[in-house]
Nanobody
């Protein structure tokens, strides 16, 4: 059974950092692309970052470029999102998703989703 479980969300002050984790069960990470998405109240879900199956290509939304870093550990079967210099507008539920295409593509290609973890940036 293929499952994704996010963790690491928290309440943090502006300028702070968090590292989100996505534990992948039943997956061979080398065969999937993984994306991090977020959804704020009243807004559409948006893609924040993606890493392809080989790990050799990463992509970031303009709003997080230079502040967020996606990575994965194939041994631990975990995908990470390091978030630095957090801003109130980063507040959202963050979701991890897996795409069997192995490529960073649009949301329609992500077949597997986690339940999400809440990130709140507030003073």
């Amino acid at each position: 059974q293929l499952q994704l479980a996010e963790s690491g969300g928290d309440l943090v002050q502006p300028g702070g950092s968090l590292r989100l984790s996505c534990a992948a069960s039943g997956f061979t990470l080398e065969n999937y692309a993984f994306g991090w998405f977020r959804q704020a109240p009243g807004k559409e879900r948006e893609e924040v970052s993606c890493i392809n199956s080989s790990g050799g290509r990463t992509e970031y939304a303009d709003s997080v470029k230079g502040r967020f870093t996606i990575s994965k550990d194939n041994v631990k079967n975990t995908v990470y999102l390091q978030m630095n210099s957090l801003k109130p507008e980063d507040t959202a539920v963050y979701y991890c998703a897996a795409s069997p295409t192995g490529l960073c593509r649009d949301r329609a290609f992500y077949d597997y989703w986690g339940q999400g973890t809440q990130v709140t940036v507030s003073s």
